[in-house]
């Protein structure tokens, strides 16, 4: 338990400073470009390698640790398959480099039909710009999964802090002479330093360049992991895809406050539950291979009553302080009072889903280690069709701010879905007098934050001095209350 806690504490701990940076980032691109067409292209522009990463990407991490968890003990046939991984993941990057760069301007219209013809043009030649980031981004993906099954979770997380810090630097420094164009390029250098820095690591550990086409039975089982996982990890993505696809026929501005917003709320999730499911994802691979069903019950259950505590009290504080924090965050430069405003608005309603975003993760997580793709398939369908329905309609009645409720009510239903089958298949069970105690003990800190936010700004208007107190103040009553009802024993 101890070397848990201790692995989620360096991840916590990495995410953290890798947020910090990355707030850094996003605080120094709105002072310098604002919420303008100019960040509309280079995020238009950006978002589009990253969405490519996330389609083929992200799930290799989740593929790699379940196949290489089942050649335990066999380090040729390890070696074996990690060759064959990165063989078929550098064919396919570079033909994705040469579509992205040769169809970038269609490409661009695709994504964002609805930007204006000289912003299509500058975003099209930002992605030509920033496309070998697929190349690096992609053996980063190998990279990763093989740290992470060697438990080597440090130079995984911590590897990535020198990326935000060169695009920072490229902000400050070169904007003034180069622009966007020297922010899009340093993206793509900040992209390849994470590789470099990996590399030496994931070469010890396991990783394999030799080029070698031939398939096996293990690279099926990869691939037949990995469909499922990338479907997975593009609900999310494409969900934002979609979100920008609508605001593109907005008000100028409306993808950047999205965007801003958006990024605000994942900080808790990506800092928290995806430390928390990083390192607890191998054990409870581990533990259902093994047999021992009944500790892997135990396991879960625990795991769902610890992120449903630690996210809620993150959520009261996230909703009631919405004004605040982008104050905080986004008020300076270029980024007006009317865009902070719509931000923090956005940022509201994006934090009323964190919770269920939290739990989501955890469920997919368990049906991977059950083998259960078929549901976690049908979810993701599911929800891409949700997501675009709700997203054109809520968009209509309601614009920017239906569009951004779009997401936290299809993650919520989709969420929903996976509990309902965990708990049918009897491999999560949380009892109703945890869940009162849980909407009772939520409710109250709830009432009191709002009240004491109220009250305090009688005495102070500092947004900082009130974020600190109210904070702190959810914390406590909420972690005081959670130990007095024994809201982890019950």
């Not at 994705?96 to 964002?112: A, M």
């Not at 992991?225 to 494409?238: E, H, N």
């Amino acid at each position: 338990m101890k070397k848990i806690i201790k692995y989620v504490g360096i991840i916590a701990l990495g995410n953290i400073l890798i947020k910090i940076l990355g707030f850094i980032r996003e605080v120094a691109i709105s002072y310098k470009f604002g919420a303008s067409p100019i960040t509309d292209a280079y995020l238009v522009a950006f978002t589009i390698p990253l969405i490519l990463f996330q389609f083929l990407g992200v799930g290799y991490a989740t593929s790699i640790i379940k196949v290489l968890s089942s050649l335990e003990g066999n380090i040729q046939e390890k070696k074996a398959f990690i060759s064959r991984v990165f063989s078929y993941t550098l064919i396919t990057s570079v033909v994705l480099l040469f579509l992205g760069f040769s169809f970038s301007r269609p490409i661009v219209r695709i994504f964002s039909p609805g930007l204006e013809p000289q912003t299509i043009e500058l975003a099209s030649e930002l992605l030509r710009l920033s496309m070998p980031m697929v190349i690096s981004s992609m053996i980063i993906a190998i990279s990763s999964g093989i740290l992470q099954y060697s438990n080597k979770f440090a130079i995984d997380v911590w590897s990535n802090l020198p990326n935000n810090l060169i695009i920072i630097i490229s902000i400050v420094c070169f904007s003034g002479v180069g622009g966007i164009y020297a922010v899009t390029l340093s993206t793509v250098i900040g992209s390849l330093t994470i590789l470099l820095i990996q590399l030496p690591f994931s070469l010890k550990y396991g990783l394999n360049l030799r080029l070698d086409f031939r398939v096996d039975e293990n690279l099926n089982k990869f691939v037949k992991i990995l469909i499922p996982a990338t479907l997975l990890s593009m609900v999310q993505m494409i969900g934002t895809l979609i979100n920008r696809f609508i605001a593109s026929f907005m008000e100028t501005g409306s993808i950047s406050i999205l965007y801003f917003a958006d990024r605000l709320y994942n900080l808790p999730y990506l800092v928290v539950v995806m430390a928390i499911t990083t390192v607890l994802f191998p054990k409870l691979v581990s533990l259902f291979n093994s047999g021992e069903l009944d500790k892997f019950k135990v396991y879960v259950a625990g795991l769902f009553k610890v992120i449903i505590i630690l996210m809620t009290s993150i959520a009261i504080v996230m909703f009631v302080l919405r004004q605040e924090l982008v104050e905080i965050v986004y008020q300076r430069g270029n980024f007006s009072k009317e865009a902070v405003s719509l931000t923090a608005t956005c940022f509201g309603i994006y934090s009323l889903g964190i919770i269920f975003l939290s739990l989501r993760e955890l469920f997919i997580k368990i049906y991977f280690c059950l083998n259960d793709t078929k549901i976690l398939l049908m979810n993701s369908l599911y929800m891409f069709l949700l997501n675009i329905t709700l997203g054109i309609i809520l968009s209509y009645f309601c614009g920017i701010y239906g569009l951004a409720a779009s997401t936290p009510l299809s993650v919520l239903i989709s969420s929903l879905y996976l509990y309902k089958h965990l708990k049918m298949s009897g491999h999560l069970n949380i009892n109703k007098a945890f869940l009162m105690k849980y909407f009772m003990i939520s409710c109250i800190t709830f009432i009191i934050a709002k009240i004491s936010l109220e009250y305090l700004y009688n005495y102070t208007d500092n947004a900082l001095l009130i974020v600190s107190i109210i904070s702190f103040m959810v914390i406590s009553i909420y972690g005081s209350l959670a130990w007095v009802f024994r809201l982890i024993n019950t």
